[in-house]
């Protein structure tokens, strides 16, 4: 069963990030993308405060976005974060779906692959991604979990189990779609999860890490689920002809 993702893996979240930084900023010398990185990077770092109600969604905004523009030698104020931070709200709402994440779920679909969905935010802001996506026509009710929701969130190792429980699989029947080394790719292994690693942005792994594959495309992770699917049709042919 294949679990993807949702920020960065499905759709990507470069670029409402990037317009949102256009319609505000004019600096000199910032690059967009690593300022992008550096934000997901400095987020990260209090996910789970902003998660848990230790640090408001607006303090873990402001400091995400001012952290990496301090990073890159540039400073905003509070206004100017909450100003982007609506900006990118709204482009959020514009979000589409990477067209070879769509193909993706059109053949998962087509040949009857199991998936599901796995996602940590907040519930109101995943779910309203998740309507924008119209990811309800390809992923169950039933198959779509969000951290918000279940009260655990990656790289837990209790909400691989979580998911699993509710899937009713074996952990190694479970291969998990992400963008990110900490929560998707290590999260899953360490759950005994198999994981693919969508790494768009070619990040050097700064553990021991061997995730089924690695790519760097969404063309890649495409090819790589037909692939697979291959390799396990071949293996049902084979059982077929030796009983």
């Known amino acids: 069963m294949l679990v993807f993702d949702l920020d960065d893996t499905l759709y990507d979240q470069l670029i409402p990030f990037q317009k949102a930084y256009e319609d505000q900023f004019h600096m000199k010398d910032i690059n967009v993308e690593e300022l992008y990185r550096l ?32 990073a890159l030698g540039q400073t905003i104020t509070d206004t100017q974060a909450d100003q982007f931070q609506a900006n990118y709200r709204k482009y959020q709402q514009q979000i589409t779906l990477n067209p070879f994440m769509e193909e993706i779920l059109d053949y998962c679909v087509k040949y009857q692959i199991e998936i599901a969905l796995l996602t940590n935010g907040a519930s109101n802001y995943q779910r309203n991604k998740i309507k924008q996506l119209q990811l309800e026509r390809w992923f169950l009710p039933n198959r779509i979990f969000v951290s918000g929701e279940v009260g655990m969130m990656k790289p837990d190792p209790e909400i691989f189990s979580h998911v699993a429980r509710q899937v009713d699989k074996l952990p190694e029947e479970l291969c998990l779609i992400g963008d990110s080394l900490e929560n998707d790719i290590l999260g899953a292994i360490n759950a005994g999860w198999d994981a693919v690693w969508l790494n768009k942005y070619h990040i050097s792994a700064t553990h021991q890490v061997e995730p089924k594959a690695i790519c760097h495309t969404s063309k890649e992770v495409l090819d790589w689920v037909k692939h697979q699917s291959d390799i396990d049709a071949s293996k049902v042919n084979l059982g077929e002809l030796e009983i």
């Not at 770092?45 to 230790?54: D, I, L, M, R, Y």
């Open 39 to 70: 934000s997901r990077k400095y987020g990260d770092e209090v996910f789970v405060a902003s998660e848990t109600g230790k640090m408001s969604m607006q303090a873990m905004h402001r400091y995400r976005i001012q952290k990496a523009f301090f």
